[in-house]
């Protein structure tokens, strides 16, 4: 089964950026990111359809911004000014067929997910 291997996770201060990565075996239509908080449910963060229209959750609209190489089969999770609580575990999804939308229902192909953690 495929799956998805997601980088560039780490420890920051407030104020400072990261670019994830995620890496997968095959061209996917819909792909997105995803974060849990420890205890929480896992939310959407940002969406990109294979048209390149993308849809962001409120709280990263303005800072985060969602791409992918389809040439390499990479999806990017630009983040800026990043704040103490977009500590998570990041996961990026993917998805082949209709339909692209972000909430982990949806999905079917994930990643083990990358650690990113924001202090004050």
């Known amino acids: 089964q495929e799956q998805l291997v997601e980088s560039g996770g780490a420890s920051v201060q407030a104020g400072g950026s990261l670019r994830l990565s995620c890496t997968g075996s095959?061209?996917?239509?819909?792909m997105a990111w995803f974060r849990r908080v420890s205890g929480r449910e896992r939310e959407g963060v940002a969406i990109?359809?294979?048209?390149?229209?993308?849809s962001y959750s409120v709280s990263a609209k303005d800072r985060f911004k969602i791409s992918r190489d389809n040439t390499k089969n990479i999806l990017y999770l630009q983040m800026n000014n990043l704040k103490p609580e977009d500590t998570a575990l990041y996961y990026c999804?993917?998805?082949?067929?209709?339909?692209?939308?972000?909430?982990?229902?949806?999905?079917?192909?994930w990643g083990q997910g990358t650690e990113v953690t924001v202090s004050s």
């Open positions: 095959a061209y996917s239509t819909c």
């Open positions: 990109i359809d294979h048209d390149g229209s993308t």
């Open positions: 999804a993917a998805k082949t067929g209709d339909g692209c939308y972000l909430a982990p229902r949806f999905f079917r192909i």
